[in-house]
């Protein structure tokens, strides 16, 4: 995370939502470490708060449709990260805000609900999506005739399904093996899964077609679907070139891989089974 | 031979396999000429013209016939009840020694 982040509330006193937006600005500051700026003090003194709006990401929280943060940011020319209406939130929301100042249990709700869409986008935006995939990877080789069956020893794990995952921290690669793509031979067609997708381990996540056969690519970890390899939808043939380098599928957010990895194969495991299934339908 | 384990789990024990809906199967034999694992076998004289005769042939978690069927005749089980069981069935041979 490389940006921080900085909240405008319109801290309006004279409306329950006006104070909301107060409550909140509070609860950030303490989840995320953001600083707040006070509306008031902005319109007198505004140096030191348009460097802060300008060198972090601005959160604007209005409480009513008078928008009064939101034209203040306008105002002053401030790029807007992200927008909460407090007043539309409770009303999508079903909940009636209480006409005294006070914050009630369902304005509590209502600040529940902020904290917890503003954090999860926070999670999603701010954490650093970019998986770290190792540049040069260290083959093992099984031969038969004229096939060549590459597989990758280091930190990948597999799946029955001849599907590979490489994992770093909470993100993980997929694709599929070497066996699959010199099984499948030339690969013209890449139908992606669709990104932001939830899935669970053993799910398809796309299929790859030949003149041969359609594979169905089935996914070894559960998670969201952050990335896919767009280049293979101009250029399928990469999963030939190289499943595991230029031919990945997928990057995805894993949800549970300590329970996934239950049922996936070390390198050890599948290259035996990778060899067998060679010598059984390589013929 | 054909694998008779599944993560160490034997096969016979999960139930994975391609169920044809014989009301709806309309024996165009797409799924047997698919299938490269031998699940389906084709009788010509029989009312059922294609059967599924090796279930356990059939990869775990493969549905891939299921989409050559135009018709829409073959179902599988639900894949996270089956996951649940194959890693409960782990659980108690880890703990059988
Ligand atoms: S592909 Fe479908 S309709 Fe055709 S034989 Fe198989 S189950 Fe029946
Ligand atoms: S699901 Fe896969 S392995 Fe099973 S019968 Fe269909 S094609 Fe064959």
């Keep these: 995370m490389d940006k921080n982040y900085v909240v405008l509330p319109c801290n309006g006193l004279d409306k329950c939502a006006g104070c909301i937006t107060r409550e909140i600005a509070l609860i950030l ?13 902005y319109r007198v003194a505004d140096a030191r708060y348009n460097k802060l709006a300008n060198e972090n990401q601005l959160i604007v929280i209005d409480g009513c449709n008078t928008r009064c943060a939101t034209r203040l940011a306008s105002e002053k020319n401030l790029k807007v990260y992200k927008k909460v209406n407090v007043s539309e939130v409770a009303q999508k929301n079903n909940i009636t805000l209480s006409k005294e100042l006070k914050v ?102 796309g299929t790859i077609e030949s003149g041969k056969a359609v594979f169905e690519i089935i996914s070894p970890v559960s998670g969201k679907i952050v990335r896919i390899n767009e280049k293979l939808l101009e250029s399928p043939e990469y999963i030939n070139e190289n499943p595991y380098e230029k031919g990945w599928i997928a990057d995805i957010e894993l949800s549970d891989f300590e329970s996934d990895k239950m049922l996936l194969l070390t390198f050890d495991e599948y290259f035996e089974k990778m060899k067998r299934k060679v010598d059984e339908f390589h013929v | 031979m054909s694998e008779n384990t599944f993560m160490g789990v034997p096969r016979e024990k999960i139930d994975w396999f391609p169920i044809i809906d014989y009301d709806k199967c309309n024996y165009c034999l797409e799924c047997v000429k698919f299938c490269p694992h031998d699940v389906y076998e084709v009788r010509e004289n029989e009312e059922k013209k294609v059967i599924v005769k090796n279930p356990y042939n059939c990869v775990v978690f493969c549905r891939a016939c299921g989409k050559t069927c135009g018709v829409d005749a073959l179902s599988f089980p639900d894949k996270s009840e089956v996951t649940k069981k194959i890693k409960q069935l782990r659980m108690e041979m880890e703990q059988n020694g």
């Design chain 1, 29 to 41: 500051k303490e989840k995320i470490s953001c600083e707040i700026i006070c509306p008031v003090f």
């Design chain 1, 104 to 205: 009630g249990e369902d304005e509590k709700r209502v600040i529940e609900i902020i904290i917890n869409e503003l954090l999860q986008e926070n999670q999603n935006t701010s954490k650093d999506l970019e998986i770290k995939f190792p540049e040069t990877l260290d083959y093992e080789i099984y031969k038969k005739d004229k096939f060549i069956f590459r597989l990758p020893k280091n930190g990948f794990y597999f799946n029955e399904n001849d599907c590979w995952v490489y994992v770093d921290g909470n993100l993980a690669r997929i694709g599929v093996t070497d066996y699959v793509q010199q099984s499948l031979s030339d690969i013209m067609f890449f139908n992606p899964p669709t990104v932001g997708n939830e899935i669970s381990q053993f799910d398809e996540v």
